[in-house]
């Protein structure tokens, strides 16, 4: 079953911490990433990768942080420099090129305790 | 920047209703648009897609986008909702240069049955 799969569902982070979102894909696309959903300001871009050992930030990358190493996988850690994380984050993916289309993991809701 | 406006925060309806829910976007050159859906509970989907040609595109369960080009408007109607059509939906302009997208901030709809 191809697709995109975010984990976990639920996070709660406590003052001060660092936390990890896992994203994984097995449609072996290039492109992968990381959206912050806040109530009625729609989906922003954090951070993006095109291609494996490289990635770039993307419009409120402050306070996450991102690696690839892996074609499959991108994971997002969500820093203690990020005052105000509690958000909806959804992760996704595409083949490279201008005319892509993203398709979506079910998303982690993360909290502040 | 381009940035990406939808107006209605929030639509109720009646089954049956007609819909349609406003997009505009900011950027002059060429794009490729874009509606998703995000049913309660489940991933964000492509509801459907413009990328040249015919201006009016028809996208799943009965869904059609006009691409207005002299208004810089790409809007979402439906001749006649139904409860299922309960959901959030989110307009997205890809700029042709790059494989990312800037949402709007999304409209949610409610049909009452």
């Known amino acids: 079953d191809g697709g995109i799969t975010q984990s976990p569902k639920y996070l709660f982070r406590k003052e001060g911490q660092n936390v990890t979102l896992s994203c994984e894909q097995n449609?072996?696309?290039?492109?992968m990433y990381w959206y912050r959903q806040d109530p009625g300001q729609g989906l922003r871009l954090i951070y993006y990768?095109?291609?494996?050992?490289?990635?770039q930030k993307g419009d409120i990358a402050e306070g996450y942080s991102v690696s690839r190493e892996k074609k499959e996988s991108f994971p997002l850690t969500v820093t203690s420099a990020q005052k105000n994380p509690t958000a909806f984050y959804l992760c996704?993916?595409?083949?490279?090129?201008?005319?892509?289309?993203?398709?979506f993991g079910a998303g982690t809701r993360l909290s502040v305790l | 920047a381009q940035s990406v406006s939808q107006h209605n925060h929030h639509v109720i309806l009646s089954e049956a209703a007609s819909l349609e829910l406003g997009c505009n976007y900011s950027?002059?050159?060429?794009?490729?648009l874009f509606w998703y859906v995000q049913y309660p509970g489940q991933h964000l989907q492509l509801l459907l897609k413009?990328?040249?040609?015919?201006?009016l595109v028809k996208g799943i369960k009965g869904f059609e986008a006009e691409f207005i080009k002299s208004k810089f408007s790409f809007n979402l109607r439906k001749p006649s909702v139904q409860w299922s059509d309960t959901a959030e939906y989110f307009c997205?302009?890809?700029?042709?240069?790059?494989?990312?997208?800037?949402f709007g901030g999304g409209t949610r709809l409610m049909v009452k049955p």
């Open positions: 997205a302009v890809n700029n042709n240069a790059g494989n990312m997208l800037t």
């Open positions: 413009y990328f040249s040609g015919d201006p």
């Open positions: 950027y002059g050159g060429t794009v490729n």
């Open positions: 996704a993916s595409s083949i490279a090129g201008t005319t892509n289309i993203q398709y």
């Open positions: 449609l072996n696309h290039d492109a």
């Open positions: 990768s095109q291609i494996v050992n490289d990635f």
